[in-house]
């Protein structure tokens, strides 16, 4: 079965700073999708970045860009510039074809003014 | 297009009570995924349908629950005889599973539905 792990439960940075968030998962597939969800508090779920798993070109948007490292199933995400606005829980979800989303446990990101 | 939207936004029940949640996804998604998520995890996937077709239901899954998409437009999730250890967020998510452009599979979720269960 497919797993995600973020091993950060909590991170911090200063407001303007840059920010990595690291993800890993386990998966026997060659061809998924990997995603970053941002859940602001009391707030839903929104779509961060993606990554097509047979890209070797990383994704990026805006101030968010990742890190893809295929064989050593590794998925970081990096914020420049944080931003207030970007304080949230940061899921990291891997699916493959039209399936279920796998999400890691979340990272706590807190921006300090 | 709106988003995709859930109701009712809170439940509070009495154990033993049944609840029924009802998502509309975003008008052109084939596809609709049930998710759970309690305070502080990411979410866990509870099942899907591929218009009115449920194709996957979590083994997590107990008998008291039952979800249906009659038209393939909105789902609807049941819980009979609730439990206190359902008390979480119930998400719902939709994505377009094809066409000329091809499948998207990028999940867009709802607000979600507080369930407490006392």
């Known amino acids: 079965a497919q797993t995600v792990t973020q091993s950060q439960p909590e991170m911090s940075v200063q407001e303007a700073e840059t920010v990595t968030l690291s993800c890993t998962y386990d998966t026997s597939e060659s061809d998924y999708y990997l995603f970053w969800y941002k859940q602001p508090p009391s707030r839903q779920m929104i779509l961060v970045i993606r990554q097509e ?21 590794s998925f970081s995400l990096k914020i ?4 207030l606005g970007d304080a949230a829980m940061y899921f990291c979800a891997y699916v493959q074809g039209a399936q279920k989303l796998v999400f890691g446990q979340g990272t706590r990101l807190t921006i300090n003014p | 297009d709106t988003g995709v939207s859930q109701n009712p936004r809170h439940k509070i ?27 502080g995890q ?3 996937f509870l099942t899907y349908f591929q218009n009115e077709a449920q194709l996957e239901k979590s083994r ?3 008998d008291r629950f039952s979800a249906e998409r009659p038209k393939g437009s909105f789902s609807t999730l049941e819980i009979q005889r609730t439990e206190q250890g359902d008390s979480a967020m119930y998400l719902c998510a939709s994505s377009f599973g094809g066409g000329e452009g ?14 407490t269960v006392t």
Not at chain 1, 80 to 83: H, N, P, R, T
Not at chain 2, 15 to 38: A, K, M
Not at chain 2, 105 to 114: D, H, K, S
Request: charged content about 20%; overall charge positive.
């Open chain 1, 53 to 73: 798993a047979y890209k070797q070109q990383n994704a990026t948007e805006n101030r968010f860009s990742v890190n893809f490292q295929k064989a050593a199933k």
């Open chain 1, 80 to 83: 420049s510039d944080s931003q």
């Open chain 2, 13 to 39: 029940t009495k154990r033993g009570q049944n609840v029924t949640f009802r998502c509309d996804p975003i008008s052109e998604h084939n596809r609709l995924y049930w998710y759970r998520q309690t305070l």
């Open chain 2, 42 to 44: 990411g979410p866990e």
């Open chain 2, 60 to 62: 997590l899954l107990s």
């Open chain 2, 102 to 115: 091809g499948p998207s599979y990028e999940q867009y979720f709802g607000p979600g539905t507080r369930l």
